[in-house]
T-cell receptor, first 111, second 116 residues
Framework: AQSVTQPDIHITVSEGASLELRCNYS??????LFWYVQSPGQGLQLLLK??????LVQGIKGFEAEFKRSQSSFNLRKPSVHWSDAAEYFC?????????FGSGTRLQVQP | GAGVSQSPSNKVTEKGKDVELRCDPI?????LYWYRQSLGQGLEFLIY????????KSGLPSDRFSAERTGGSVSTLTIQRTQQEDSAVYLC??????????????FGPGTRLTVL
């Protein structure tokens, strides 16, 4: 069975600081991996996705993620966080069927 | 183009009543998914439609939940005899799922259901 673990429930960073959100997955085949962001009261917005090829993928809003097969990880990074990045972030795995989501990481940005 | 739309955005109902939630997917998307987001359970898959194939209902929590997709487009999720534990945000997503596609699911804004 596929599963996703986001070890950090809540992270607080200062504006301008770098960010890394962790995601570990379990999947029986080559996974499709996604990061979504959810602002309060909003639906899920796709940040980036990995299907194959280059293991470093670029997304919207200056985010990037690196797929590491040996570590079963797909961590999300941003070099300089903006106050508007405060939201909940979800990692997901799936392939042509339903996605399995992690429990989410809530990001708080301090001025 | 237009994204996934859902209605209503909020629904308050009394325990025991039936509710219908609507999802209008992105035009041309053949696959449609329903998920539920609740405080205790996170994001859970409910049901998946792909073209004319039989839906994958493996995520429906009880027989009080059902869904249909008419004409390969709009979908309705019905919850009968609602219970307080049904209170959650119900999210709909759609994707292309054609050969060579990237299977990316695009989500609607959700319907927040509150059962009193």
């Amino acid at each position: 069975a596929q599963s996703v673990t986001q070890p950090d429930i809540h992270i607080t960073v200062s504006e301008g600081a770098s960010l890394e959100l962790r995601c570990n997955y379990s999947y029986g085949a080559t996974p499709y991996l996604f990061w979504y962001v959810q602002s309060p009261g909003q639906g899920l917005q796709l940040l980036l996705k990995y299907f194959s090829g280059d293991t470093l993928v670029q997304g919207i809003k200056g985010f990037e993620a690196e797929f590491k097969r040996s570590q079963s990880s797909f961590n999300l990074r941003k070099p300089s966080v903006h106050w508007s990045d405060a939201a909940e972030y979800f990692c997901a795995v799936g392939r042509r069927r339903a996605l399995t989501f992690g429990s989410g990481t809530r990001l708080q940005v301090q001025p | 183009g237009a994204g996934v739309s859902q209605s209503p955005s909020n629904k308050v109902t009394e325990k025991g009543k039936d509710v219908e939630l609507r999802c209008d997917p992105i035009s041309g998307h053949t696959a449609l998914y329903w998920y539920r987001q609740s405080l205790g359970q996170g994001l859970e898959f409910l049901i998946y439609f792909q073209g004319n194939s039989a839906p994958d209902k493996s995520g429906l929590p009880s027989d009080r939940f059902s869904a249909e997709r008419t004409g390969g487009s709009v979908s309705t999720l019905t919850i009968q005899r609602t219970q307080q534990e049904d209170s959650a945000v119900y999210l709909c997503a759609s994707s292309t799922l054609t050969s060579g596609s990237t299977d990316t699911q695009y989500f609607g804004p959700g319907t927040r259901l509150t059962v009193l």
